[in-house]
């Protein structure tokens, strides 16, 4: 019985993916385009970034985790303006995640980098993504929808059902690597 729900869930979060693949996909280039562009600027020789050794406790769990959601649910938000307050967020964003991460690796090296910021990015990475896809959901489903239709009531809850589970997807994430970037990572 227990085996038969779980896999009852994960239909559902595969159905869920399948349906929003278009939002997945874009909020992911939009935010790795941002990301790279910020990696790709920043200086090779920071003087800025020091490495100081920070003592893994809950409050550490919890100002990353919170500094995180806060990223996660401004993208989110853009929901709200049909997806387009999501645009700017993720650029300004993802430039800034881009260049503070693109000014750790020479002062933190190849080693510091595999240990230090490897075990969590990815998670972190792609939750933030997932993040910018949800924000994308309703701008997305105008778009299919041939632009210039307007949505019914119906069509335009299950977007926005489709976009809050995915910002839950995204929390899960951002939870997880908050806890490796907090007992792992540091």
């Given at each position: 019985?227990?085996?038969?729900?779980?896999?009852t869930?994960?239909?559902?979060?595969?159905?869920?993916?399948?349906?929003?693949?278009?939002?997945?996909?874009?909020?992911?280039?939009?935010w790795?385009?941002?990301?790279?562009?910020?990696?790709?600027?920043?200086?090779?020789?920071?003087t800025?970034?020091?490495?100081?050794?920070?003592?893994?406790?809950?409050?550490?769990?919890?100002?990353i985790?919170m500094?995180?959601?806060?990223?996660?649910?401004?993208l989110?938000?853009?929901?709200?303006?049909?997806?387009?307050?999501?645009?700017?967020?993720?650029?300004?964003?993802g430039?800034?995640?881009?260049?503070s991460?693109?000014?750790?690796?020479?002062?933190?090296?190849?080693?510091?980098?595999?240990r230090h910021?490897?075990?969590?990015?990815?998670?972190?990475?792609v939750?933030?993504?997932?993040?910018?896809g949800?924000?994308?959901?309703?701008?997305?489903?105008?778009?299919?929808?041939?632009?210039?239709?307007?949505l019914?009531?119906?069509?335009?809850?299950?977007?926005?059902?489709?976009?809050?589970?995915?910002?839950?997807?995204?929390?899960?994430g951002?939870?997880?690597?908050?806890?490796?970037?907090?007992?792992?990572?540091?």
């Amino acid at each position: 019985m227990e085996a038969r729900q779980a896999e009852t869930v994960m239909e559902k979060k595969a159905a869920l993916f399948r349906r929003q693949w278009l939002s997945l996909l874009c909020g992911a280039l939009l935010w790795f385009t941002a990301f790279s562009l910020g990696w790709f600027n920043a200086p090779e020789h920071s003087t800025e970034i020091t490495r100081v050794r920070q003592e893994p406790d809950w409050d550490l769990f919890l100002e990353i985790l919170m500094r995180n959601v806060g990223v996660s649910a401004a993208l989110f938000l853009g929901v709200i303006t049909a997806g387009v307050a999501t645009i700017p967020v993720a650029m300004v964003t993802g430039a800034l995640a881009g260049y503070s991460w693109g000014q750790a690796v020479p002062v933190l090296g190849v080693t510091g980098v595999s240990r230090h910021l490897l075990p969590h990015m990815p998670l972190e990475l792609v939750s933030i993504a997932i993040a910018v896809g949800a924000g994308l959901v309703p701008l997305v489903a105008w778009a299919r929808s041939g632009l210039g239709r307007r949505l019914s009531g119906a069509e335009w809850w299950s977007q926005v059902v489709d976009a809050c589970r995915l910002w839950a997807v995204s929390l899960s994430g951002l939870v997880i690597a908050a806890g490796v970037e907090t007992w792992v990572s540091t």
